[in-house]
């Protein structure tokens, strides 16, 4: 579904990403973890086409897309849905606004077939009848609700979270880990999430892969990630602290 082949990324004498390749298959949720300004969320650009490799290729569904046009990504990007990062809503709109936005831009259903859609997406992330609030009077777990409920409001075939679960108390955590996991039964959808959150990643991926020093320092299965020996995998799992320093991990 997307491929990234012998893809590097250079800023200025940076290197953020070097010559990594990557497989994220139909249906799956793939969780990709690293450090800060370690290249995670640049992975997310490079997949949307808002950063373009400095070398190698980037396939969406078998096509290359790495020298698409803007406008032809535009309609690559309407396959995928994004969640960012804080929610990225426009305060300005409503809820109902907030989420029509997608269909607004890219169909010409009338405002009847638009209204059924956002109270159905609403509906399917957990929030009824908040259509006409605004997003400064929601709290940050429904503003994360109100996001993926955007990100999936034309169907996408991919979705993207970009650290879905920052800032969140670990209940509205857990409720936005069983959505994510309930998004991706529910739409059939692939699902890349970034993230820096241990617990998430187990709970909503199938496989992880973890960044390091511009390279994948290994791109696994979850239980296979959970009880690989190298020592900077264990660490991470274990936030830099080994449970038994000395023991299993090396
Ligand atoms: N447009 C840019 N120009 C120059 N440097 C950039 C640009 N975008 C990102 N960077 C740098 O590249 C590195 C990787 O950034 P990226 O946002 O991908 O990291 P990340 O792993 O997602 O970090 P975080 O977890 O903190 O969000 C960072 O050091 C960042 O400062």
New binding site residues.
């Given amino acids: 579904m997307i491929r990234l082949q012998d893809v590097t990324v250079v ?2 004498s940076r290197v ?1 990403l070097d010559h990594i390749n990557l497989d994220v298959r139909k249906g799956e949720t793939l969780a990709i973890l ?1 450090a ?7 992975i997310l650009k490079l997949i949307i086409g808002l950063q373009k490799p400095t070398s190698g290729h980037i396939f969406i569904d078998d096509v290359d897309v790495t020298n698409y046009t803007e406008e032809q990504m535009i309609a690559v990007r309407q396959r995928m849905g994004m969640v960012f990062q804080y929610s990225a809503l426009f305060d300005s709109m409503s809820v109902e606004e907030n989420v029509a936005f997608g269909l607004r831009q890219h169909t010409k259903y009338n405002d009847e077939k638009i209204q059924a859609i956002v109270k159905e997406k609403l509906h399917l992330v957990g929030l009824d009848t908040i259509e006409q609030m605004m997003p400064n009077d929601l709290s940050g777990g429904m503003k994360k609700r109100v996001s993926l409920a955007r990100a999936i409001v034309l169907d996408p075939s991919l979705i993207l979270y970009d650290e879905p679960t920052a800032g969140l108390d670990p209940l509205r955590c857990m409720d936005i880990n069983k959505l994510i996991v309930g998004m991706q039964q529910h739409l059939k959808a692939t699902s890349i999430v ?1 993230t ?1 959150d241990m617990d998430s990643a187990f709970y909503v991926a199938d496989r992880l892969a973890l960044l390091q020093d511009g390279k994948f320092l290994i791109v696994a299965p979850k239980e296979e990630f959970r009880r690989c020996e190298n020592r900077d995998v264990q660490l991470f799992i274990h936030g830099g602290v080994l449970p038994e320093e000395g023991g299993r991990a090396k």
């Fill in positions: 800023y200025g953020i690293g800060s300004g370690s290249g995670k969320s640049t970034v820096h």
